[in-house]
């Protein structure tokens, strides 16, 4: 994306001047695709950071043209866990982009049939609306495909037409939109969450859910007096995450464990409650431009050996030194890696990327809770941060919405962990609201 960005957009290219804007969207391959575009956010503020230095003009559009959950539907798949987590992750990726400075967001498709077709590749993937006319209450010698879907059914049987609507209403699919022949998926609220009220003209603005007011000792899902991160099992210990730093929170996303071979690991399942385990690499991915996680198994490499060393004279602070890299020691510290564009309306400490350093830069140095499993870092002039699978439980997206002619201000916020969130609206010194919100749900707030 940045480099297509630095030829086309170059002021000496002839096709500068007949660009518009730019629309993006990639693929996590390596994620089994889960959903394309929820990976790669720093390469969305380098783009935006080149679109400046280039003296782009300023209305040049950026617009995510594609997100998409494969395979198939989670109507299909009959698992309930899939369907709402893929209803968080999406919520995520559009608060994501818009943050960073894209001007919009597109989904891969508002409706396609049980399976998530038709597509005549054979790529399905799931929407937040799914065409059913066979389970209409008045349907008549309606197949379960329509003659157009040529797949069949290639993930086995669509578990979904074997529940009652009793059974699925109490999933979250509404029963009288499923008499209609329609399955409305968690996903479609959750979109509807932001696009309702964040409407064209509105803009993002600066926004970051912190740590809890009360200190390293107490966190948003780590009460006072306990070690055990919360926050439910982290669903991002995966291998191909990204590395992060993000204000600290106390959850799964953010415990790590230096274990027998000296990696730094982290543990939890996927969306299908597998058991997951990934480390941190030994260098940065060509791609996305910092640490990835990637595999614990020492034979294969690609994960790094760090030895944790104290850092001068501190007794609380050290260097982690990476021991199996191709640099000189001394340039071989776990370093923050700001993000460009100042991180866009997250801000410096919403995202900041890690890589190797050097090791005489104040930012080498890191706190390194054994007990907890929370790497902290103070690097950041805005507060502390701390080491993250991907990106937080806790999020939050906030909007000037005036120019839209609806309330003035618009706050969004998500939580994809499996425990309520308390937490408090501020701007500035100026408390809004102080509210809870449950386990991987959503909520709006709009105000004048």
């Given amino acids: 994306m940045v480099k297509w960005t630095k030829a086309l957009l170059a002021e000496d290219h002839p096709a500068r001047q007949y660009i518009d804007g730019t629309a993006f969207h990639w693929y996590a391959g390596g994620l089994d695709r889960l959903l394309d575009g929820a990976q790669g956010i720093p390469n969305m503020h380098r783009t935006v950071s080149e679109l400046d230095a280039m003296n782009v003009k300023k209305d040049h559009v950026l617009v995510g043209s594609e997100g998409c959950h494969c395979p198939s539907t989670g109507y299909a798949g009959g698992d309930v ?76 049987t669509v578990h979904g037409d074997g529940k009652t609507r009793e059974e699925l209403h109490a999933e979250g699919i509404p029963a009288k939109y499923l008499d209609l022949g329609v399955v409305v998926q968690p996903m479609y609220y959750y979109v509807g969450h932001i696009t309702k009220f964040v409407r064209p003209g509105s803009r993002a603005v600066h926004a970051l ?17 306990q070690l055990v991160a919360g926050g439910g099992i982290n669903d991002l210990a995966r291998e191909g995450i990204e590395v992060t730093l993000w204000p600290c929170e106390g959850s799964t996303r953010q415990q790590w464990k230096l274990n027998e071979h000296n990696q730094i690991q982290v543990f939890g ?22 640490l990835m996680m990637t595999t614990c198994n020492v ?35 776990l370093v923050p890696q700001p993000l460009r564009n100042n991180g866009g309306a997250y801000g410096p400490r919403g995202g900041a990327q890690v890589n190797i350093g050097d090791c005489s830069h104040s930012w080498a140095e890191w706190i390194f809770d054994k007990m907890t499993g929370e790497i902290s870092s103070l690097a950041v002039p805005e507060g502390e941060v701390c080491l993250t699978t991907g990106w937080p ?34 701007n500035g010194d100026e408390v809004i609201m102080s509210s809870s919100i449950p386990p991987q749900s959503i909520q709006t707030v709009s105000y004048d």
């Fill in 393 to 426: 439980f806790l999020q939050v997206g906030a909007f000037d919405t005036s120019a839209a002619g609806l309330s003035k201000k618009t706050v969004v916020v998500l939580n994809e962990s499996r425990e309520t969130a308390n937490f408090v609206i501020k």
């Fill in 269 to 290: 399942h996927d969306w299908l409650g597998v058991p997951t385990t990934s480390c941190l690499a030994n260098k940065a991915d060509n791609d996305m431009g910092g």
């Fill in 81 to 156: 866990n899939i369907a709402w987590a893929r209803a968080t992750r999406n919520a995520h990726t559009i608060l994501a982009d818009l943050a960073a400075g894209s001007n919009g967001f597109i989904e891969w498709n508002l409706i396609l049939d049980s399976i998530g077709g038709p597509n005549h590749l054979g790529n399905m993937c799931d929407s937040p609306l799914l065409a059913v006319p066979h389970r209409a209450s008045d349907a008549v010698d309606i197949p379960d495909q329509m003659d157009f879907e040529k797949a069949g059914h290639p993930f086995g």
């Fill in 209 to 225: 859910v912190e740590s809890s007011n009360n200190g390293p000792e107490e966190r948003t899902f780590r009460p006072k007096g």
């Fill in 299 to 333: 034979t294969i490499g690609g994960s790094g050996f760090y030895k944790v060393n104290p850092a001068g004279d501190s007794s609380d602070k050290v260097n982690i030194v990476l021991t199996n890299g191709n640099m000189d020691s001394s340039k071989s510290c």
